[in-house]
C-alpha cells in the first residue's frame, strides 16, 4: 500500500458545486495532515492543517477518520478559481522534517 | 516579504553534464527542503538542512545527488552526469523551524531541469 493515495481525477464541477476528495494512508500513527493547493505549473501552497477530528475554513472543510485512514477535504459553492491540484500531505515523522505528499486529485471547475 | 527564490527556472542539460541548482530561501528560515516532483508523481523529499545541524539526506537518491547549505542561508543542488531520469521539476521550501509543531513549508517556483 501506498503511503498517501489520492484518485488523480480529474474532478469535473460545475460552480457552486460540491465536491469531495478522499486521501488514504498507511501509517496508522501519523497525527496531524495537510491539504496543499497546486495551480498548473505553480509551487504548492498550504491549503488546510487537520490536527484532530477536522477542520473547516470558509467553504473548505477537511474531516479526518483515523479507524479508515483516510481525511478528506470537502468544497462548498465551487469557484472557478478553485480549479487546481489538491495534494494530500501526511509527515512521516514527528518532528515534520519530512513530508509524503500524495499525487494529487485535480479538480476543473466550469461556469 | 521576498518569497523562496529558485534559479535558474528552467535548465535543460545534455545527458552526463553536471547541474547546479540553486535555492534561497525566506530570510530567517532556519529550515530548507529540497523535493522533486516528476511528471504525474507527488513530491519526492530529497533532503533538508536544520540550522548548522548536519543535514538529513535520507532521501536522495543515488551518490550523484550532493547538496550544501552556506551561511545557513542559500543552498545548491547538485546532481552530476546527469541522467534522463533525472528529468523533473526540483521544488525547493524553507520554514521558521523543523520540529515541535508543524512550521508551514514556503515553497518556491522550482526548477524545471529536462536532461536530453
Same mark, same amino acid.
Given at each position: 500500500?501506498?503511503?498517501?493515495?489520492?484518485?488523480?481525477?480529474?474532478?469535473?464541477?460545475?460552480?457552486?458545486?460540491?465536491?469531495?476528495?478522499?486521501?488514504?494512508?498507511?501509517?496508522?500513527?501519523?497525527?496531524?495532515?495537510?491539504?496543499?493547493?497546486?495551480?498548473?505549473?505553480?509551487?504548492?501552497?498550504?491549503?488546510?492543517?487537520?490536527?484532530?477530528?477536522?477542520?473547516?475554513?470558509?467553504?473548505?472543510?477537511?474531516?479526518?477518520?483515523?479507524?479508515?485512514?483516510?481525511?478528506?477535504?470537502?468544497?462548498?459553492?465551487?469557484?472557478?478559481?478553485?480549479?487546481?491540484?489538491?495534494?494530500?500531505?501526511?509527515?512521516?515523522?514527528?518532528?515534520?522534517?519530512?513530508?509524503?505528499?500524495?499525487?494529487?486529485?485535480?479538480?476543473?471547475?466550469?461556469? | 516579504?521576498?518569497?523562496?527564490?529558485?534559479?535558474?527556472?528552467?535548465?535543460?542539460?545534455?545527458?552526463?553534464?553536471?547541474?547546479?541548482?540553486?535555492?534561497?530561501?525566506?530570510?530567517?528560515?532556519? /529550515?530548507? +527542503?529540497?523535493?522533486?516532483? %516528476? @511528471?504525474?508523481? !507527488?513530491?519526492?523529499?530529497?533532503?533538508? *538542512?536544520? &540550522?548548522?545541524?548536519?543535514?538529513?539526506?535520507?532521501?536522495?537518491?543515488?551518490?550523484?545527488?550532493?547538496?550544501?547549505?552556506?551561511?545557513?542561508?542559500?543552498?545548491?543542488?547538485?546532481?552530476?552526469?546527469?541522467?534522463?531520469?533525472?528529468? /523533473?521539476? +526540483?521544488?525547493?521550501?524553507? %520554514? @521558521?523551524?523543523? !520540529?515541535?509543531?508543524?512550521?508551514?513549508? *514556503?515553497? &518556491?517556483?522550482?526548477?524545471?531541469?529536462?536532461?536530453?
Amino acid at each position: 500500500r501506498k503511503e498517501v493515495e489520492q484518485d488523480p481525477g480529474p474532478f469535473n464541477v460545475p460552480e457552486g458545486a460540491t465536491v469531495a476528495f478522499n486521501c488514504t494512508y498507511s501509517n496508522s500513527a501519523s497525527q496531524s495532515f495537510f491539504w496543499y493547493r497546486q495551480d498548473c505549473r505553480k509551487e504548492p501552497k498550504l491549503l488546510m492543517s487537520v490536527y484532530s477530528s477536522g477542520n473547516e475554513d470558509g467553504r473548505f472543510t477537511a474531516q479526518l477518520n483515523r479507524a479508515s485512514q483516510y481525511i478528506s477535504l470537502l468544497i462548498r459553492d465551487s469557484k472557478l478559481s478553485d480549479s487546481a491540484t489538491y495534494l494530500c500531505v501526511v509527515p512521516m515523522n514527528t518532528g515534520f522534517q519530512k513530508l509524503v505528499f500524495g499525487t494529487g486529485t485535480r479538480l476543473l471547475v466550469s461556469p | 516579504g521576498a518569497g523562496v527564490s529558485q534559479s535558474p527556472s528552467n535548465k535543460v542539460t545534455e545527458k552526463g553534464k553536471d547541474v547546479e541548482l540553486r535555492c534561497d530561501p525566506i530570510s530567517g528560515h532556519t /529550515a530548507l +527542503y529540497w523535493y522533486r516532483q %516528476s @511528471l504525474g508523481q !507527488g513530491l519526492e523529499f530529497l533532503i533538508y *538542512f536544520q &540550522g548548522n545541524s548536519a543535514p538529513d539526506k535520507s532521501g536522495l537518491p543515488s551518490d550523484r545527488f550532493s547538496a550544501e547549505r552556506t551561511g545557513g542561508s542559500v543552498s545548491t543542488l547538485t546532481i552530476q552526469r546527469t541522467q534522463q531520469e533525472d528529468s /523533473a521539476v +526540483y521544488l525547493c521550501a524553507s %520554514s @521558521l523551524f523543523a !520540529g515541535g509543531d508543524y512550521n508551514e513549508q *514556503f515553497f &518556491g517556483p522550482g526548477t524545471r531541469l529536462t536532461v536530453l
